[in-house]
């Protein structure tokens, strides 16, 4: 060894990273001792005095600031447009859930847009950073300024329902509201990107040891929004359209079993469920039920009406479980019974759902008939309408289709001037379904002598081609088609006579049709066109009372509003929303059936409004 070799510096523990060899030589300078700056000495500072919770708020800061400005405005835009008024004034927990929905749609579109401008520019070589105290302080001041505009934006929205409220004659939203339907709108948001987050974190520790990280975070990010999608889905299917598709019928047919108060055995053996009719009692449903154990005598008619009049006939089966084919047969069986072809009339209503008939428009048509008349209805489905709406929409149309035909078969045998004029009515998806007999409006025009559909769904074949049809001077709230020869639409009965500026219409010719549609309807006005459609009534309302006139339409948004007006359309006042009654129904009923739509109908309406007993939605 040499006495070089002696002297030579001993190796060191290498803490600065550099190479060894390179320090030992002192080809590397050993760096400085960086002074403490006064963003340090705070930090020291505010960690001396508060501890961990300093470090654990510094780290919550940093969690926030990974929320991209996209994901921030477009979330909160979405947020804020749920709040834009709408057809109907909703309560605060259906506005809460909305908003949040509407928020998450937003943030998960965000998401993907900053998601995918990083992934380009990582590719294309730009970067940009920013200094993480003007990061950290630009965050926490965008977080308090949309902080502070989620509750400024209900709380100057409550004029905006108040207005809508008004108009339907329903109490209006206050300062509670707003409050409360923004804490809804935070849960509902904050559960949705807590399960998104966890989606993400799951999918990523599995795929930990992966080499193709950008493969598993783009999957991660796709499964997580798809997740989140799917549970908005749910949300919309279960709570909002208050159904899930897939229901039990056998649930359905517990719900049928069921015997409200009020409700009893008909004495009149004209009525289905009788005891001299086929169809057992016990057989007929809670909507049934209802139906045949309502309508008005002979002597209730006789003394509103002031002439003499018969008992109106009702014929109603059920499924019960049987077939289509089958039920329908035992509705004939029950018009054979009743010997329903000798009388002037045959309406025939296509139910909702379980089997539901509008009371309102069948007890005016047979006082309008001095019950002359036979109503035959059936049961197509177990099935809630929300349901058969969104699962098959041809069920109601193919059953209303061979009821129609075996009633119109057996009318075709019998002499020509004995023959039972053949009417339509329907309400909601009944009516869908019964525009569904006819394939087309000339076809309409050719078999039926008028009808009564109330609520009809937009998304309706025929009806959507008589507003095609309309005058360019009306508006598809009212279209006026063919100056009003056969078809008419209408919401109040002046509606019946005169177009939206006044101008008389023509006269009212055999066939007469009419469409009952209330500008506050949502069940009229929804439909999966307004995801990406804007809507011709919105501009066409500009300028009137209605609520319609106040809203503005946003992709995705306006969507979710109306369809979640469906879930408040009948707590709203006659004439509103979905409720069609008797100072509708009557003037309608009456100008289709060749009477004066503006004739005083009072008694007859006061006599329904005594008569018919409110039912739940």
């Known amino acids: 060894m040499t006495s070089d070799d002696s002297q030579e510096e001993p190796l060191r523990p290498n803490t600065t990273g550099k190479h060894p060899k390179l320090q030992r030589v002192g080809l590397v300078k050993k760096q400085p ?89 990582e590719q294309l070589g730009i970067k940009i950073k920013l200094k993480p105290g003007i990061r950290q302080g630009g965050t926490i001041a965008g977080a308090t300024i949309l902080a502070a505009a989620a509750i400024a934006v209900p709380l100057y929205s409550v004029r905006w329902h108040q207005r809508a409220a008004r108009y339907s004659h329903n109490p209006g939203p206050n300062a509670f509201w707003a409050v409360a339907s923004t804490a809804a709108a935070a849960t509902t948001f904050a559960v949705l990107l807590a399960q998104w987050r966890a989606t993400v974190w799951s999918i990523n520790f599995i795929s930990g040891r992966v080499l193709n990280k950008f493969a598993w975070q783009a999957l991660s990010r796709l499964t997580s929004t798809l997740v989140v999608i799917g549970t908005m889905l749910v949300i919309f299917d279960q709570v909002i359209m208050r159904s899930v598709v897939g229901v039990a019928t056998t649930a359905s047919a517990r719900v049928d079993l069921r015997i409200p108060d009020g409700v009893h055995q008909p004495t009149t053996p004209l009525h289905s469920g009788s005891s001299a009719s086929l169809e057992s009692w016990d057989s007929l449903g809670l909507q049934g039920k209802r139906f045949t154990c309502a309508g ?79 109503t035959a209805a059936m049961q197509y489905s177990g099935l809630p309408s929300a349901v058969t709406m969104l699962s098959s929409k041809q069920i109601p149309v193919r059953a209303s289709r061979m009821l129609f035909g075996a009633i119109e078969k057996r009318i075709a045998v019998l002499p020509v001037d004995a023959r039972p004029k053949l009417f339509v009515a329907g309400e909601s998806l009944g009516a869908f379904g019964s525009n569904g007999i006819f394939a087309s409006p000339e076809d309409m025009l050719s078999r039926a002598y008028g009808g009564v559909w109330t609520g009809c769904p937009s998304f309706t074949p025929n009806q959507v081609e008589w507003t095609r049809r309309r005058s360019t001077s009306s508006t598809v709230v009212r279209p006026v088609v063919d100056h009003g020869r056969h078809v008419r639409f209408a919401c109040s009965p002046s509606d019946l006579l005169f177009d939206e500026h006044g101008a008389a219409l023509d006269e009212w010719a055999t066939p007469r049709f009419c469409y009952l549609q209330n500008d506050t309807d949502p069940v009229v006005w929804w439909g999966n066109h307004l995801l990406w459609k804007k809507p011709e009534w919105l501009d066409e309302m500009r300028g009137t009372q209605t609520p319609m006139a106040a809203m503005t339409w946003w992709p995705f948004i306006t969507f979710w509003q109306v369809a979640a007006d469906m879930t408040v359309c009948r707590y709203v006042g006659p004439g509103y929303g979905h409720k069609y009654h008797a100072a509708q129904c009557v003037p309608a009923w009456a100008g289709v059936l060749g009477l004066d739509p503006a004739a005083d109908w009072s008694d007859l309406i006061d006599a329904l409004n005594t008569d018919v007993p409110p039912v739940n939605p």
């Open 33 to 121: 001792k960086r002074p403490l700056n006064r963003r340090s000495l705070v930090g020291a500072a505010l960690t001396k005095v508060f501890g961990s919770r300093w470090k654990t708020a510094a780290a919550r800061t940093n969690e926030l600031a990974a929320v991209t400005v996209p994901e921030a405005i477009v979330g909160w835009s979405a947020y804020a447009a749920s709040y834009t008024p709408s057809l109907l004034a909703r309560p605060w927990y259906w506005q809460g859930l909305i908003a949040g929905l509407s928020g998450m749609f937003g943030y998960q579109a965000g998401l993907w847009t900053s998601w995918t401008a990083s992934v380009i520019a």
């Open 296 to 374: 008005p005598s002979a002597e209730r008619i006789a003394e509103v009406m002031g002439q003499p009049a018969t008992q109106p006939i009702r014929a109603y089966a059920s499924m019960n479980g049987r077939s289509t084919e089958e039920v329908i047969n035992a509705v004939l069986a029950e018009l054979d019974r009743t010997n329903a072809w000798t009388r002037k009339a045959i309406l025939i209503v296509t139910t909702t759902g379980r089997g539901n008939v509008n009371e309102w428009s069948t007890s005016s048509f047979e006082f309008l008939m001095h019950g002359n008349c036979a």
